[in-house]
């Protein structure tokens, strides 16, 4: 058995070197740059109105992103929620700090580059599943990578079978990361940090077949939790997302900056090592070339992705259920998820790493005795002692498990496009007994073959995305026209005729719209 799982390691790190090093960062930043220069920086070009259009609308009285339009769909502020319920997890703490552990503080800064580009790439991503959605026979909307890959890239001449292809691996992958990184993964770091916070002496309560008790208590009781709530549907899940996301987010926020001002000399040095070693290398002990830039990249890039998830396509499959009509309006929800996970919640982290005094900032190593696993708790004890262990302990609790939640329906999403909606519900019962599983789970591999899957899932979504380019242009070029220049065109906002049709409701919309740009 030992060899079986040491060969598979082998396989496995043969598989991921090709897909994240070889093919994924040349496809994720190449699909960022075309679809930023395609759509004329419209993350920078058009800040102000996205921004008023996503978090900024929120807090107007009677928001129309809050607002459900009927049983079967979600607001636009449930889906980002739900969105950064399965993008803000174990990638946003021990993900970062192993970034910076492994590739050194130069890392982070290409962490920042690939998430300003996968902006306009979480953008793409949802435009196109908005626009290529349709309704299943529960009346439910559905989107995702499956469908713009079969009936956008499929519809090209010659295209027809690649794209059907391309979408049902797609599919494959993602129900298998979702066991993966979106089940079994986060919950093996919950464990791991609730064990660290409150149960040191893990075999206290005795073990079973090996396996501490107090993990099994752990596992059970996440599975029971997840179980009431994702078998209730995307709507329980999403209601569970807008109350505890925006909470968990701000307090973990603050008690960063709270880090950050306490270590505030060191704020200088650890700009100045982001950069230096952005573009060098990172020493190793004795002075020898170490971290080439290679690494510095994959691991910024490889790590912003697994938390933010630009790119895998992913987060789209809950972006399409919104309400929303506007394929553009989703789109600017998928870039204030992309920057509000990687420039807020990602950099606040790198911060309370880089500060504390765990890595050398002169050389970019990490000192001794230092786990990436476990060194933002390190750091929030250090400065809080026990409370602060406390704390991350339950930060990662509430990270990890909303991630599982999220990544539960991105499965569903998948599961549906494979065999249909009466599936589902067999997906969502073994999904919720896998949980169990990640509790007692000792291996890294499940986690390092969850991060291959991850990789596998982004090549056929970027392969669409940037073939479908063209499409994603003429939707923005065309909201830009009637709502920010009020010219009167035709709107793009199905690629079925009869979806267009039946939005009888648009120039209400538009009006609304209009109104709201130029108030």
Same mark, same amino acid.
């Given at each position: 058995?030992?060899?079986?799982?040491?060969?598979?390691?082998?396989?496995?790190?043969?598989?991921?070197?090709?897909?994240?090093?070889?093919?994924?960062?040349?496809?994720?930043?190449?699909?960022?740059?075309?679809?930023?220069?395609?759509?004329?920086?419209?993350?920078?070009?058009?800040?102000?109105?996205?921004?008023?259009?996503?978090?900024?609308?929120?807090?107007?009285?009677?928001?129309?992103?809050?607002?459900?339009?009927?049983?079967?769909?979600?607001?636009?502020?449930?889906?980002?929620?739900?969105?950064?319920?399965?993008?803000?997890?174990?990638?946003?703490?021990?993900?970062?700090?192993?970034?910076?552990?492994?590739?050194?503080?130069?890392?982070?800064?290409?962490?920042?580059?690939?998430?300003?580009?996968?902006?306009?790439?979480?953008?793409?991503?949802?435009?196109?599943?908005?626009?290529?959605?349709?309704?299943?026979?529960?009346?439910?909307?559905?989107?995702?990578? =499956?469908?713009?890959?079969?009936?956008?890239?499929?519809?090209?001449?010659?295209?027809?079978?690649?794209?059907?292809?391309?979408?049902?691996?797609?599919?494959?992958?993602?129900?298998?990361?979702?066991? /993966?990184? /979106?089940?079994?993964?986060?919950?093996?770091?919950?464990?791991?940090?609730?064990?660290?916070?409150?149960?040191?002496?893990?075999?206290?309560?005795?073990?079973?077949?090996?396996?501490?008790?107090?993990?099994?208590?752990?596992?059970?009781?996440?599975?029971?939790?997840?179980?009431?709530?994702?078998?209730?549907?995307?709507?329980?899940?999403?209601?569970?997302?807008?109350?505890?996301?925006?909470?968990?987010?701000?307090?973990?926020?603050?008690?960063?900056?709270?880090?950050?001002?306490?270590?505030?000399?060191?704020?200088?040095?650890?700009?100045?090592?982001?950069?230096?070693?952005?573009?060098?290398?990172?020493?190793?002990?004795?002075?020898?070339?170490?971290?080439?830039?290679?690494?510095?990249?994959?691991?910024?890039?490889?790590?912003?992705?697994?938390?933010?998830?630009?790119?895998?396509?992913?987060?789209?499959?809950?972006?399409?259920?919104?309400?929303?009509?506007?394929?553009?309006?989703?789109? =600017?929800?998928?870039?204030?998820?992309?920057?509000?996970?990687?420039?807020?919640?990602?950099? =606040?982290?790198?911060?309370?790493?880089?500060?504390?005094?765990?890595?050398?900032?002169?050389?970019?190593?990490?000192?001794?005795?230092?786990?990436?696993?476990?060194?933002?708790?390190?750091?929030?004890?250090?400065?809080?002692?026990? &409370?602060?262990?406390?704390?991350?302990?339950?930060?990662?609790?509430?990270?990890?498990?909303?991630?599982?939640?999220?990544?539960?329906?991105? /499965?569903?999403?998948?599961?549906?496009?494979?065999?249909?909606?009466?599936?589902?519900?067999?997906?969502?019962?073994?999904?919720?007994?896998?949980?169990?599983?990640?509790?007692?789970?000792?291996?890294?591999?499940?986690?390092?073959?969850?991060?291959?899957?991850?990789?596998?899932?982004?090549?056929?979504?970027?392969?669409?995305?940037?073939?479908?380019?063209?499409?994603?242009?003429?939707?923005?070029?065309?909201?830009?026209?009637?709502?920010?220049?009020?010219?009167?065109?035709?709107? =793009?906002?199905?690629?079925? &005729?009869?979806?267009?049709?039946?939005?009888?409701?648009?120039?209400?919309?538009?009006?609304?719209?209009?109104?709201?740009?130029?108030?």
């Amino acid at each position: 058995m030992q060899q079986f799982l040491e060969k598979l390691a082998t396989v496995n790190d043969s598989v991921n070197t090709f897909v994240w090093v070889r093919i994924g960062l040349i496809l994720l930043i190449g699909a960022g740059v075309i679809m930023t220069v395609c759509n004329r920086f419209f993350q920078v070009s058009h800040i102000a109105h996205w921004w008023k259009e996503t978090i900024g609308s929120i807090f107007g009285k009677g928001s129309a992103s809050r607002k459900k339009t009927d049983k079967k769909s979600i607001s636009q502020f449930q889906a980002l929620c739900t969105a950064l319920a399965a993008t803000i997890g174990t990638g946003n703490i021990a993900g970062v700090s192993a970034a910076i552990v492994i590739g050194g503080p130069g890392a982070v800064f290409w962490m920042w580059i690939a998430a300003f580009l996968g902006m306009m790439t979480n953008y793409s991503e949802n435009v196109l599943g908005i626009y290529y959605r349709r309704r299943n026979r529960n009346g439910e909307w559905s989107g995702g990578a =499956m469908y713009y890959l079969a009936d956008g890239l499929g519809k090209y001449k010659g295209m027809k079978w690649v794209g059907k292809v391309l979408a049902v691996l797609f599919a494959i992958f993602a129900v298998l990361a979702s066991f /993966g990184i /979106g089940n079994m993964g986060q919950v093996n770091k919950i464990t791991l940090n609730l064990q660290s916070a409150f149960f040191k002496d893990t075999e206290a309560l005795g073990t079973v077949g090996g396996i501490p008790v107090i993990s099994l208590i752990i596992g059970a009781a996440l599975m029971v939790l997840a179980g009431l709530i994702i078998i209730g549907g995307l709507q329980r899940i999403a209601s569970f997302a807008e109350r505890v996301v925006p909470f968990m987010s701000v307090i973990y926020v603050i008690g960063a900056l709270i880090i950050c001002i306490m270590n505030y000399r060191n704020i200088g040095a650890m700009f100045a090592a982001i950069f230096k070693f952005a573009f060098g290398i990172k020493a190793v002990a004795g002075g020898a070339a170490g971290v080439a830039i290679r690494e510095v990249i994959t691991q910024g890039c490889k790590r912003g992705v697994f938390s933010n998830e630009a790119g895998l396509g992913s987060s789209v499959m809950v972006h399409s259920s919104s309400n929303v009509k506007e394929p553009v309006r989703q789109g =600017m929800w998928g870039i204030f998820e992309v920057f509000f996970d990687t420039f807020v919640v990602c950099t =606040m982290t790198a911060i309370v790493v880089l500060s504390s005094g765990h890595i050398d900032l002169q050389t970019g190593l990490a000192k001794e005795g230092v786990e990436d696993a476990t060194l933002v708790a390190q750091v929030f004890g250090d400065a809080f002692k026990y &409370p602060g262990e406390v704390f991350i302990a339950l930060a990662m609790l509430l990270f990890a498990f909303t991630t599982v939640l999220g990544w539960s329906q991105y /499965g569903t999403k998948a599961v549906e496009y494979l065999f249909g909606t009466k599936a589902t519900i067999v997906y969502k019962v073994i999904f919720v007994l896998m949980i169990i599983s990640g509790a007692v789970m000792k291996s890294s591999l499940a986690w390092d073959i969850s991060d291959t899957f991850n990789g596998l899932m982004m090549i056929p979504n970027l392969i669409g995305v940037v073939a479908l380019f063209p499409v994603v242009s003429k939707i923005t070029k065309n909201y830009v026209d009637r709502i920010l220049k009020n010219k009167n065109e035709e709107p =793009m906002l199905s690629y079925d &005729p009869e979806i267009n049709k039946s939005f009888a409701d648009l120039k209400e919309d538009v009006t609304v719209a209009l109104s709201e740009s130029n108030g």
